[in-house]
């Protein structure tokens, strides 16, 4: 069993930065993958970005590549997304979630086991 917490939400104008944290408790080391999702009003949660534990490889969403980054330390069993350039259209509750199988994409929600209770992210103009 794992648990996760983020942290790190808030309001911010366009153009800003905000780091999202994601902290895993319980079982961290079973976890292959860990992802960043939001959900936007009105709107379908989407995949944002992952990393996989294996090679650390990283993947982003077209929307948020190259202003986002995810990355994580492994002591402090902590992933985080680092958010430039913040537009309106990321504000969203953004969740993060830990895959422990293998095999799964990093976008596929339905292979992530575990979730965060989410967190916030408002960007104004």
């Known amino acids: 069993h794992v648990q996760l917490v983020e942290s790190g939400g808030g309001s911010v104008q366009a153009g800003g930065s905000l780091r999202l944290s994601c902290v895993a408790s319980?079982?961290?080391?079973?976890?292959?993958?860990m992802g960043w999702f939001r959900q936007r009003p009105g709107e379908e949660r989407e995949a944002v970005a992952g990393?996989?534990?294996?090679?650390?490889?990283?993947y982003y969403s077209d929307s948020v590549k190259d202003r986002f980054t995810i990355s994580r330390d492994n002591a402090k069993n902590t992933v985080y997304l680092e958010m430039r350039s913040l537009k309106a259209e990321d504000t969203a509750m953004y969740y993060c979630?830990?895959?422990?199988?293998?095999?799964?994409?990093?976008?596929?929600?339905?292979?992530?086991?575990?979730w965060g209770q989410g967190t916030q992210v408002t960007v104004s103009t």
């Open positions: 979630a830990a895959q422990l199988g293998y095999g799964g994409h990093w976008d596929n929600q339905s292979r992530h086991n575990f």
């Open positions: 319980g079982s961290p080391v079973s976890i292959n993958c």
């Open positions: 990393i996989y534990s294996v090679g650390s490889s990283t």
